[in-house]
């Protein structure tokens, strides 16, 4: 017998599971996360990926692994900006690292996905010089010896052994034309390949949630333009500012989107990709078009999207003033400096529950998905803060919330204040919740 929850998250995950077959999709893996048991359950994550007839490329750190083989050898790490400074013996212990790392992830990915059909099928993975290198050089007259930085991506031969069905492993090593090997980052490696592949995702899995603000708190979305104002405000954890460039660097360049996800939370890889919820922080890829939180200049343009529908009994009336007291719950979803959608997040912490309202997208620009990205941020919102539920209430778009993921919900469900309120309206909207564990 299956359950409810079964057929119901099925059915949610199938139109992903259509749209990534035959995808790009670039796997960054930090070196924290390579050990066992993390490595062997993203492993079969990523051979469930491979079966579906996603193709990927998995670019492994080892800034652990290395550093643990240098402690053996009483080597001190050297870091300028952030950036590990590779001498001689350090290259040595890079390599091996790289060596040791390359078939931890290959015996991890021959295992088969246990009890299913997937069992005994072999995975094909391909290794090569798909990158080249080029020194670092002297910063700040710190010569940083074998670090380097990537110079080309072989995205010709990575793809024809993606198209034959492999699985191509990258590690953070690449020869330059002079013959000698460089050690490179795997954030660069990630970022360039992603570029290089046109991607359709590049993925870090990392060990944190995802991108965290000042205050340690996840950020759940970042459009190209809020991550360049992280970079240059520096509000953000400084260990993660490398990460963030090369996320922004690859959705500039036609990166389809970009997420930072931790791969301690198990299954987190699955859920970013086919849930709409997702995990982790998300990195939007269109220049021109954001969802960002509402200030007092957007009340105008928020105003004019409402107005008529709350004319037609669709939407609650909100005076001015209401939005002016309240417009940081709100969003906007602007695209070319143009405002063409709204939607408002109340949160009722203590109910560990999220109230979606004011849901609209101009008429102009209906049926393009704007309405589903909105749904996807507050989502992403409402998980961010641990919220368990989120719930909305609706007069005519019942059908709309539901075929969502939504289900009906009774007053009992809602948190008290709001049931009050719900109790003494006329409306008699109809209640969708989304549990969101
Ligand atoms: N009921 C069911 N399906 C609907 C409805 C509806 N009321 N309105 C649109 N759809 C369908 C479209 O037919 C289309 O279906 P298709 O993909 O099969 O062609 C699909 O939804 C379009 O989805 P998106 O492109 O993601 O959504 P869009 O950007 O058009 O935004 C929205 C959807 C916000 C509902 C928009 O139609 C709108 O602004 N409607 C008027 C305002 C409204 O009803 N807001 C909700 C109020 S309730 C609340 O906020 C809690």
Excluded at 139 to 146: A, N
Aim: charged residues 25%; glycine residues 8%.
């Amino acid at each position: 017998m299956t359950t409810p929850n079964f057929v119901k998250d099925f059915r949610e995950a199938a139109p992903y599971i259509d749209y990534l077959r035959g995808k790009t999709l670039v796997i960054g893996i930090a070196s924290s996360m390579l050990e066992n048991p993390v490595l062997h359950s993203l492993a079969s994550d990523i051979n469930l990926l491979a079966s579906l007839g996603v193709k990927i490329v998995l670019v492994h750190g080892s800034r652990r692994q290395i550093n643990a083989l240098s402690e053996t050898a009483g080597i001190v790490p050297q870091y300028h900006g952030g950036r590990r400074i590779t001498d001689e013996a350090t290259l040595i212990r890079a390599k091996q690292a790289c060596g040791m790392i390359r078939f931890d992830i290959e015996a991890a990915l021959a295992v088969g996905i246990a009890h299913s059909p997937q069992r005994g099928k072999r995975l094909r993975i391909a290794c090569g010089n798909f990158v080249s290198a080029r020194p670092f050089g002297i910063i700040d007259g710190i010569d940083m010896g074998y670090t380097g930085r990537v110079r080309k991506i072989d995205a010709d031969a990575i793809q024809q052994r993606l198209d034959a069905g492999a699985v191509a492993l990258i590690s953070p090593l690449g020869a330059s034309l002079s013959g000698k090997t460089f050690n490179l980052s795997m954030a660069d490696i990630a970022e360039a390949a992603a570029i290089a592949l046109k991607a359709e995702k590049l993925i870090f899995v990392v060990e944190p949630e995802g991108i965290m603000d000042e205050d340690g708190l996840l950020i759940p979305n970042l459009s190209a333009n809020e991550a360049r104002g992280l970079l240059e405000n520096g509000r953000i954890q400084p260990n993660q500012r490398r990460l963030v460039q090369s996320a922004l660097t690859a959705v500039e360049n036609q990166v389809q989107r970009v997420h930072v996800l931790s791969g301690l939370e198990d299954g987190s890889l699955m859920s970013e990709l086919f849930t709409r919820e997702g995990t982790g922080t998300s990195f939007s890829q269109a220049p021109f078009m954001s969802i960002r939180q509402a200030g007092s200049s957007d009340i105008a343009d928020i105003i004019s999207l409402i107005r008529p529908l709350e004319e037609a009994g669709i939407l609650l009336k909100r005076s001015r003033e209401y939005l002016e007291n309240h417009i940081r719950e709100f969003f906007v979803l602007e695209h070319d400096r143009q405002i063409y959608g709204c939607v408002a997040l109340k949160m009722f912490e203590e109910e560990q529950a999220a109230e979606l309202a004011c849901l609209v997208v101009s008429p102009n620009a209906q049926d393009g998905g704007y309405g589903e990205l909105l749904l996807e941020h507050v989502v992403r919102e409402t998980r961010a803060r641990r919220l368990h539920k989120l719930f909305a209430l609706s007069t005519h778009t019942g059908d709309w919330f539901i075929e969502r993921g939504f289900q009906t919900a009774s007053p009992e469900e809602l948190p008290n204040e709001r049931r009050q309120e719900y109790e003494e309206s006329k409306r008699r909207s109809k209640i969708f919740m989304m549990p969101l564990e």
